[in-house]
């Protein structure tokens, strides 16, 4: 297998069937260094602008509609010492009552300590004096090509991936992405140093990363939503609004998921996650929200 160190030439902001940037083997690996949502790179420049410019496409050989392709999150590691968030939370996650009340939304500064892995305010605001994160490093949006030829936003998602914001899409992480197009045609970008759920103030702590990613191809592994794996969990993800709709779809994924690979049936498969489910939520702020449906591996035994 082969590392390939990827340097994009242009960016995009759209996911979509688009001539690729690079071409990979099945099982290759792709260190990529990404910009921050807004298009600035590692050293302050701005090669391109938001919304969140994507690195790629990728294609991966041997990919066909109808397959998976598996992303295994290898390593993520800050390439700048700032990061930027806005102030206030967003409109839609308040009473309607409360929107007024709330103050103007302003860009605002973090300082990232790569070395601590931590990161705080750059003018810390009364009652944060003290208040210093810890890096928890993911990425905000990244997938496959969608189906029929579509270029989608980025500022949005779907079955293809794209901006879900979840915060356990990180480091030893591994989510499969439905195949839609030949090559797969794999993007990535929009990743965040720091992040709560639901992305409410619509960024996380946005900055600049130098990512490591295997992809692999899943023949004929037909799946309709992305799924994920960590050390401890599998998840299901959904993309629609309204929210109840991405629960909807990450719940029947789940469901499937149970039946082809831990041989539960529909009642079974109800039991279990009627008592043991855990739903996240990924994105409440941008057109389409996001929904993981989340068991520990814990309660399952592979068939």
């Not at 439905?178 to 045609?185: D, E």
């Amino acid at each position: 297998m082969t590392t390939h160190h990827f340097t994009p030439t242009s960016y995009h902001n759209v996911i979509g069937s688009l001539s690729p940037a690079l071409h990979v083997a099945d099982g290759d690996t792709v260190v990529t260094q990404t910009l921050d949502a807004a298009g600035y790179d590692k050293d302050g420049s701005r090669p391109a602008f938001g919304p969140n410019p994507m690195n790629g496409p990728i294609f991966v050989e041997g990919a066909e509609p109808g397959d998976s392709l598996k992303v295994e999150i290898l390593g993520m590691v800050p390439t700048r010492d700032t990061g930027f968030t806005k102030s206030v939370v967003a409109g839609n996650v308040v009473d309607p009552e409360d929107v007024r009340t709330l103050p103007p939304i302003e860009r605002v500064y973090w300082r990232i300590d790569r070395e601590r892995s931590t990161a705080q305010l750059a003018e810390p605001v009364a009652g944060l004096e003290n208040l210093v994160l810890p890096l928890s490093p993911m990425i905000g949006c990244f997938g496959v090509a969608p189906s029929l030829g579509q270029a989608i936003s980025t500022a949005t998602s779907g079955e293809f991936g794209g901006n879900m914001d979840y915060r356990l899409l990180g480091p030893g992480t591994t989510i499969w992405f439905p195949v839609s197009a030949p090559g797969a045609l794999f993007f990535l970008g929009d990743c965040h140093a720091v992040q709560g759920d639901g992305e409410i103030v619509g960024t996380g702590i946005e900055t600049t990363f130098e990512v490591t990613v295997r992809l692999t191809v899943e023949k004929k592994k037909t799946i309709t939503w992305p799924r994920g794996e960590t050390a401890d969990d599998i998840f299901t993800i959904g993309n629609a609004r309204p929210l109840d709709q991405a629960l909807q779809h990450a719940t029947s994924e789940m469901l499937r998921w149970l039946g082809t690979d831990y041989g539960l049936d529909k009642t079974a498969a109800s039991h279990l996650l009627g008592q043991v489910v855990r739903y996240d939520v990924g994105n409440v702020f941008d057109p389409a929200y996001t929904m993981a449906c989340r068991v520990a591996k814990t309660w399952l035994t592979k068939r």
